[in-house]
């Protein structure tokens, strides 16, 4: 699949650059996003390396294993190939889980992780497997519970009720979901997306022995990894754990109810929501305290936290190195067609048939680029809110569609690239179906209650 978007991508930019007489952008284009691409990857081989390594920690600790065995009846309808107790389970439970609050710079690295671990369930490599595909596209359809950037770029310029779009990101968000779910679901079934060497290599080996050679070839470090520690955590362990629950439950109170500490209300507009103050206390503490909590644990099961944070941080050079060609190829082919000028024709060819719909014609170019590129989406949605207000109701479903739709073909190319995925399947399709549910979600329930 990407291969032929890729193709499609560079040829239509040539074409229609050389029409427009825009040749020198997309040259330019292309450059832009060769650099944009190692810039992105050099900024996350620290965060990578960071929480590696806590993943390091929780997985000695058994931690991981025990959140993945606390969800087991849901992640494994979402994911029945997937052992129950496999660290893969966990992985994408806290990625998801930094998703919904709106970690970026911790849900890439836990959603690379995730990847890597089912990587080694996969019994082709090269070609998604069915629980990739399904995860990438709950990746790019992730329950936002508040758009934190969205909601920033409300209130600074102005706007009243910036909160407002909470509500209806989250639901827009909640139909991307369920679409990008079912959607996953359907598309694997179908015949069009089964590789052919799938049918050739059942017929040479079962599956069983298929998977156990996957695991044997698997080539990341966690062969070190011994059978999670049974034993309970040490008494001390167990009461610093309390004291750290306790410390950071108060500060989530004073963040959420500064009334009762006699503290002052917060004076950016965007919190001045109690849902809003209580989201965005779990988005400031939920970092600094998986970093206490995890390290605090492994130590109490008698784990070694420093020696082994610094093995899972070493990991963070592979995965990087990984990335890097699948970024640059894809950025290239994303920076030439956005300098030729084809969102912009995209739009004009549209219109037309939108505008009977009740299309905002504003919300076009916004929603063409949002699975193209987050900064050049950011772009426009800025000029959206100060070029018709920031509580024109236009702005806000704009702000609702950046806050319920995802970069797709950006987390295809580094999810897949950081595992050398090259036959994606029907993950791009179910991506983008995702995408297309929350715009007309984000329309449809902003018309309907702002």
Not at 175 to 195: D, G, N, V
Not at 319 to 328: C, D, Q
Request: aromatic share 8%.
């Amino acid at each position: 699949m990407l291969n032929y978007i890729w193709l499609a991508l560079v040829l239509l930019a040539v074409a229609i650059g050389g029409w427009n007489g825009q040749l020198k952008d997309v040259t330019g284009g292309a450059l832009d996003g060769a650099k944009t691409a190692i810039t992105i990857a050099l900024g996350l081989w620290g965060i990578m390396a960071l929480w590696l390594g806590v993943m390091r920690l929780a997985e000695r600790a058994g931690l991981v294993q025990r959140i993945a065995y606390g969800l087991r009846p849901l992640m494994r309808r979402l994911f029945p190939e997937v052992p129950p107790d496999h660290p893969a389970m966990g992985s994408m439970l806290m990625n998801m889980a930094a998703n919904m609050l709106g970690l970026g710079n911790a849900a890439t690295p836990l959603g690379l992780r995730a990847m890597r671990d089912l990587e080694t369930l996969n019994p082709r490599p090269g070609i998604a497997s069915n629980a990739m595909c399904t995860f990438l596209a709950i990746n790019t359809s992730s329950v936002q519970l508040i758009p934190a950037t969205a909601i920033a770029i409300l209130a600074a310029a102005g706007s009243t009720r910036p909160t407002a779009i909470v509500g209806t990101a989250f639901f827009a968000t909640l139909c991307a979901a369920t679409i990008a779910i079912l959607s996953a679901k359907f598309f694997e079934r179908l015949a069009f997306f089964q590789p052919r060497r799938e049918v050739r290599e059942n017929k040479e080996a079962k599956p069983e022995s298929k998977r156990e050679a996957s695991i044997a070839a698997e080539a990341f470090d966690d062969d070190t990894l011994p059978t999670p520690p049974l034993s309970r955590p040490a008494p001390w362990g167990m009461v610093a754990l309390v004291l750290l629950a306790v410390f950071f439950l108060m500060l989530f109170a004073r963040m959420v109810m500064p009334d009762l500490f006699r503290l002052p209300m917060p004076t950016d507009p965007a919190l001045q929501n109690a849902f809003a103050r209580m989201v965005n206390a779990l988005s400031i503490l939920a970092i600094p305290f998986l970093l206490s909590f995890f390290p605090i644990y492994a130590a109490a099961r008698g784990i070694k936290v420093y020696d082994e944070f610094v093995e899972g941080a070493k990991e963070a050079f592979n995965v990087i190195m990984r990335i890097i060609p699948f970024l640059v190829t894809m950025l290239v082919a994303i920076g030439m067609f956005k300098g030729a000028g084809g969102i912009d024709l995209l739009t004009k060819m549209l219109s037309p048939i939108l505008t009977p719909l009740h299309f905002p014609t504003d919300l076009l170019p916004l929603a063409l680029m949002r699975p193209l590129s987050g900064s050049g989406t950011l772009a426009l949605l800025t000029d959206i809110v100060h070029r018709l207000g920031p509580d024109n109701i236009v702005s806000l479903t704009a702000a609702t569609i950046y806050g319920s739709t995802e970069t797709t073909f950006y987390v295809a190319a580094v999810y897949f690239g950081a595992v050398g995925i090259k036959q994606t399947r029907h993950a791009i399709p179910a991506g983008l179906l995702a995408d297309l549910t929350g715009v007309i979600a984000s329309v449809i329930i902003c018309r309907a209650v702002l």
